[in-house]
T-cell receptor
Framework: DARVTQTPRHKVTEMGQEVTMRCQPI?????VFWYRQTMMQGLELLAY????????DSGMPKDRFSAEMPDATLATLKIQPSEPRDSAVYFC?????????????FGPGTRLTVL | DAKTTQPPSMDCAEGRAANLPCNHS???????VYWYRQIHSQGPQYIIH???NNETNEMASLIITEDRKSSTLILPHATLRDTAVYYC????????????FGTGTRLTIIP
C-alpha cells in the first residue's frame, strides 16, 4: 500500500531555530505539494513541484521558507528562522500529472510548534 | 477555480445514508467536482470526483445536477469512522494543479 511519508511527525522548537521537514512522495508520482493547516486559515497551499521543478510558491513567505526537491524521492520544506506564527500542521501530498482524474495523496503531516 | 458553498456541519445516524450538499454555481465547463475528507489528526483523503455524470466508487456516490451548479456526496451506510470534515472542491483537472480548500462540512455520525 503506497503512501506518502513525512518526517518528523512532531517538532517542537524555539523561535529563531531552523526547521526542516521532509516528505517522500509515492514512487512514480511527479507532482508534490506542500500545504499548511491552521485553525485560523484552514488548509492552504504553500508550494508545489512538477517533475522536481517548482511551479508555484506564491503561498510561501519567501524570506524564511524554502522548498526543494533534491531528487524524485525527497521533498523538503525549510523554515529559517522559525517564528511562533509558523506553528501549524504541514502536509505533503503527491500525485500524477494526468489529463484527467488526477488526485492527490496526502501524508500524515508534521505538527510544528514554535515556542 | 470556482467557489463552493457547503453547510458548516451535519449529523447523520449510523447506518443511514449521509447526503452532503455542495453549491458551485459559477462552475466552468472544464471544471471537475472533487470531494476530499479529513478525519481528525490525519491528512486529507480523496473520495471521488466527477465532471457531469454521476459517479460511484467503493467509498461514495457523487450526484451532479444537470446544470452542474450543485452536487451531493452520498455515503450510503455511514459508520462512526466516517466522522470527518468533508471538502467539496471545484477545479480544472489537468496537470494535477493545486487544491483550494474551503471550510468544508463537519459530518458527525451519531451512534
Amino acid at each position: 500500500d503506497a503512501r506518502v511519508t513525512q518526517t518528523p511527525r512532531h517538532k517542537v522548537t524555539e523561535m529563531g531555530q531552523e526547521v526542516t521537514m521532509r516528505c517522500q512522495p509515492i514512487l512514480g508520482h511527479n507532482t508534490v505539494f506542500w500545504y499548511r493547516q491552521t485553525m485560523m486559515q484552514g488548509l492552504e497551499l504553500l508550494a508545489y513541484f512538477r517533475n522536481r521543478a517548482p511551479l508555484d510558491d506564491s503561498g510561501m513567505p519567501k524570506d524564511r521558507f524554502s522548498a526543494e526537491m533534491p531528487d524524485a524521492t525527497l521533498a523538503t520544506l525549510k523554515i529559517q528562522p522559525s517564528e511562533p506564527r509558523d506553528s501549524a500542521v504541514y502536509f505533503c501530498a503527491s500525485g500524477l500529472d494526468q489529463t484527467s482524474g488526477d488526485t492527490q495523496y496526502f501524508g500524515p503531516g508534521t505538527r510544528l510548534t514554535v515556542l | 477555480d470556482a467557489k463552493t458553498t457547503q453547510p458548516p456541519s451535519m449529523d447523520c445516524a449510523e447506518g443511514r445514508a449521509a447526503n452532503l450538499p455542495c453549491n458551485h454555481s459559477t462552475i466552468s465547463g472544464n471544471e471537475y467536482v472533487y470531494w476530499y475528507r479529513q478525519i481528525h489528526s490525519q491528512g486529507p483523503q480523496y473520495i471521488i470526483h466527477g465532471l457531469k455524470n454521476n459517479e460511484t466508487n467503493e467509498m461514495a456516490s457523487l450526484i451532479i445536477t444537470e446544470d452542474r451548479k450543485s452536487s451531493t456526496l452520498i455515503l450510503p451506510h455511514a459508520t462512526l469512522r466516517d466522522t470527518a470534515v468533508y471538502y467539496c472542491i471545484v477545479r480544472v483537472s489537468f496537470g494535477n494543479e493545486k487544491l483550494t480548500f474551503g471550510t468544508g462540512t463537519r459530518l458527525t455520525i451519531i451512534p
